[in-house]
């Protein structure tokens, strides 16, 4: 005998009912939120836990996300992902995390192994290392530029001036030029090329809200006085403006002062 029950004054069959109540159980977590609840999850290995139970490739995208928001220094379970980019990417993500925990060693072992993020790799680690060194005063950087040049150097085309060029660049950013510093330091010229560049990143970036209504070069060189970087930061400002900011770019309009890199004196 089938027992019926009165549901807002309709009787149903209760295999009806049973039925109803299936189609509205949720379903299982949904791949995005198991990629979600392996981010927050408190610990890496409830983290991993929840990846695994993802399909490929999207597990192992997973696992790199999670290894790189816990900050895991381990690259050995790097080389088990399947998938190129995956494996890459985790590798990458782990030399991040070992400079980070002051092993820039084994961040360049596990660069070494990022396939065709390598370079990429590198980058970021000497810049994750240098970029702090702006605070520090010219003669207090010395010490630790050339521990830096000594490990990233080889990895780079003529090394030792492309991280000094990059340090005047940070220095540049939190404090006012000063050019006499270049004539008390070992590597004057380096100091003298990151000068040029750090001016003409700084002069350019104030003509670059003006790009819109400067036309020609010499209405761009006209703005230089109404800079507040001058040559009171370095002797070349004008020249610097007028070789690296008030070029016409070829081709585009309207015209847009444009940055290159100026070659070492």
Avoid at 107 to 112: D, E, K, R, V, Y
């Amino acid at each position: 005998m089938q027992v019926a029950r009165l549901v807002s004054g309709v009787r149903y069959p209760d295999w009806v009912l049973l039925t109803l109540l299936l189609a509205c159980t949720p379903p299982e977590p949904l791949e995005a939120d198991l990629f979600r609840q392996a981010l927050t999850a408190p610990s890496l290995e409830l983290a991993l836990s929840l990846c695994i139970q993802l399909p490929l490739p999207t597990s192992e995208d997973c696992t790199v996300a999670a290894r790189e928001s816990h900050g895991a220094t381990d690259p050995t379970d790097c080389a088990t992902l399947v998938n190129s980019r995956w494996r890459s990417e985790c590798f990458f993500v782990t030399a991040e995390a070992q400079v980070f925990d002051g092993d820039p060693t084994g961040g360049l072992a596990s660069c070494a192994q990022s396939g065709h993020y390598r370079q990429s790799c590198i980058q970021h680690l000497w810049q994750q290392e240098l970029f702090p060194l702006g605070q520090l005063s010219a003669t207090q950087a010395l010490a630790p530029m050339a521990e830096l040049t000594a490990r990233y150097g080889p990895y780079l085309v003529d090394g030792e001036r492309q991280l000094w060029r990059e340090y005047w660049m940070q220095y540049a950013e939190r404090r006012p030029i000063n050019p006499m510093t270049c004539a008390e330091l070992p590597s004057q010229a380096h100091c003298e090329d990151g000068w040029r560049v750090a001016t003409s990143r700084r002069l350019w970036q104030q003509l670059k809200p003006y790009a819109s209504k400067l036309e020609s070069g010499p209405q761009c060189m006209a703005m230089l006085p109404h800079l507040r970087v001058g040559a009171d930061i370095h002797p070349d400002a004008p020249e610097l403006a007028r070789q690296y900011s008030c070029k016409t770019q070829t081709g585009k309009l309207p015209w847009t002062p444009i940055f290159t890199t100026p070659s070492l004196r």
